[in-house]
């Protein structure tokens, strides 16, 4: 059996800042669904916050006025503890990504460029052209090829393996042969990313199904705050392929069939560079209210900032719009829609990464620290991945050196990979009727449908019977495919049910929720309620469903106020 003293899951920025962090000192192996280039974070175009106040009319930013936004988009529900620890280390990770490699984009001077983001006082994004997430992700890859971090790809990490309340190894279900593989550590960390794909109209790649948080809550680890969705308001009508928020940072408009730039009425002071949630919303608002185009979108309008500006600073943006709308942004306005974008819940750690299970680490997307709150600031994620991946990784090495029972749990791990090689067999062998396919296109429908950007009681639980009705129909499907090599037919029906348990959480979650904060918006209890609902939401699982509860906001500094823009 493979032994590492660290097993990180998850090969985007959090699992390989990680790993860069342990490797030093640790053995440390990645195991990864995907190569490490090909996690979703190579995808993020915007850029990452830090208040270096390089950009002149950033030069009085600071780690206080930063985390104020901070907490501000946050609606107040992130832990204000936990944002200033992000904060404060903010200027130091990025640095030491410019040392690694890290291509930043430069101010004439020869300084880290900063663009204006959504919600932020102070232009303190940080970029590398449009494609900032796959320069950081290349950057921290090489590192950890140079610290010699082994990889396992292609492994679909399917359960973790809990002993005496420690962590003692992972079952990962190598994808080219499939077999499953029993892997023994001493640590796990996730870096496992979000669970875009439950929803419909996601901006997120194919394999962001939140199969980590789906583990570690099916071991007794509670997610936190998963009703808090965020739609990105710009993402292209029809593929949701991310339109970056940093279109709107270089000056883009939002404009209605009116040709009016409807911000004004929503957002008179920040307009297009309003926070997420109500940007979001405004642009639905359009629509729903019939000043939408074709009655489905609104223009992203980047005509005017100029061609040489377009082409230095949104060369990506420009070329997804051309091969995947027909539209020259130079020449034409771009169609947009509000698409489901981040996950602010997630596995609930505390601000080194760990949970409750002895070992056993989170962070990045899968995780919930929490510095987001009800809703994230454009930027404030990739910044989330590298630093608390850090931080996990110090962690871990610190725990390490008090460590004394290693290498455990032998027999623990060949019971579990059993029990994961029984329920494929079970799985395969099924003749039902049902097409798993056919029932996540339905939770994704239901999910952007109707526990999306404005919410009621009565539509969420018209979701919540949707969803308890497909985790029934679920015992029917049918594996058409029984080989065991890349048997993709298998994957997605495996990972579907992790879904389906999320997509319980989040629906549960938001009904319970009786009032609106950040991303969660509901018409029928319109108003924030501190009294009742300042606090985090905690999910368990039970074989009947999830168990919720609710743990306390640490507000020590800025109270509550109400948000305006
Ligand atoms: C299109 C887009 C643009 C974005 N732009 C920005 C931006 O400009 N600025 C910003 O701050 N944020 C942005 N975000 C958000 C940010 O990019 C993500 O939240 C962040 O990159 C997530 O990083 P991660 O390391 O947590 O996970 P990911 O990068 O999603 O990586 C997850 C990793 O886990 C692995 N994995 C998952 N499940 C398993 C399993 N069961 N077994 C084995 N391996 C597994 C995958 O192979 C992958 O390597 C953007 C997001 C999207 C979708």
Not at 7 to 33: N, S
Not at 55 to 62: E, I, L, T, V, Y
Not at 519 to 527: C, I, N, V
């Amino acid at each position: 059996m493979k032994y590492h003293e660290v097993i990180v899951v998850g090969a985007g920025l959090a699992g390989l800042r990680a790993a860069v962090e342990t490797a030093t000192d640790l053995d440390t192996a990645i195991l990864t669904q995907v190569p490490p280039v090909r996690s979703h974070s190579g995808a993020a175009q915007g850029g990452v916050n830090a208040p270096m106040g390089n950009n002149p009319a950033g030069k009085d930013d600071s780690v206080e006025k930063h985390s104020y936004d901070t907490i501000k988009g946050s609606d107040f529900l992130a832990d204000q503890d936990s944002v200033e620890l992000m904060i404060g280390e903010a200027t130091p990770c990025i640095y030491e990504m410019e040392h690694w490699g890290c291509p930043f984009s430069r101010t004439p001077e020869g300084k880290i460029a900063q663009r204006p983001f959504g919600g932020a006082g102070f232009p303190r994004t940080c970029f590398a052209s449009d494609k900032t997430g796959l320069y950081m992700l290349h950057t921290l890859w090489e590192r950890s090829v140079a610290l010699n971090v082994k990889t396992y790809e292609e492994r679909f990490v399917t359960d973790i393996v809990v002993e005496n309340g420690n962590v003692v190894g992972v079952i990962a279900l190598n994808i080219v042969t499939g077999d499953f593989e029993p892997y023994m550590a001493d640590t796990v960390i996730f870096g496992t990313g979000g669970p875009g794909q439950v929803y419909g109209r996601s901006t997120n790649a194919l394999i962001s199904t939140g199969s980590g948080a789906y583990i570690a809550y099916k071991r007794g680890v509670p997610l936190k705050d998963m009703e808090f969705i965020q739609f990105h308001p710009t993402s292209l009508f029809g593929t949701n392929i991310l339109m970056t928020e940093g279109a709107r940072g270089e000056g883009g408009y939002l404009i209605n069939n009116l040709g009016e730039r409807f911000m004004s009425k929503y957002a008179p002071k920040a307009m297009e560079l309003g926070p997420r949630d109500i940007v979001s919303r405004s642009i639905q608002t359009e629509i729903n209210e019939g000043r939408g185009f074709e009655g489905g979108y609104v223009h992203l309008d980047l005509r005017h900032l100029g061609r040489e500006k377009i082409l230095d600073r949104l060369p990506g943006i420009r070329d997804i719009a051309i091969n995947f709308a027909g539209v020259d942004p130079i020449d034409k306005p771009i169609p947009i829609q509000p698409g489901q974008h981040y996950a602010m819940g997630g596995i609930s750690t505390d601000k080194n990464g760990a949970t409750n299970i002895k070992g056993f680490y989170a962070a990045g997307e899968c995780a919930c620290v929490s510095v987001h709150g009800a809703n994230r600031l454009g930027g404030n994620s990739l910044l989330d991945t590298v630093v608390f991946g850090k931080l996990s990784g110090k962690h871990v090495k610190e725990f390490m050196k008090t460590k004394k029972d290693r290498r455990q749990g032998e027999g623990m791990i060949m019971k579990t990979l059993e029990e994961q090689e029984k329920n494929r067999e079970n799985l395969l062998i099924k003749s039902g009727t049902e097409n798993h396919a056919a029932i996540r296109d339905e939770m994704k429908q239901t999910m952007i449908e109707k526990v999306g950007i404005f919410r009621t009681g009565a539509q969420m639980k018209e979701a919540l019977d949707k969803i308890l009705e497909l985790k029934k129909r679920y015992e029917s499907i049918r594996v058409m495919y029984k080989g065991r090599k890349y048997n993709m037919d298998y994957l997605r029906a495996y990972e579907l049910w992790g879904m389906l348990e999320l997509a319980h959480v989040i629906t549960l979650g938001a009904i319970k929720r009786e009032e609106s904060r950040g991303s969660h918006s509901r018409t029928d209890f319109p108003k924030r309620d501190d009294a009742k609902f300042l606090r985090h939401t905690m999910a368990t699982w039970t074989p009947d469903g999830p168990k919720i509860g609710y743990s306390d906001v640490n507000v020590y500094k800025y109270p509550p106020v109400e948000r305006k823009y």
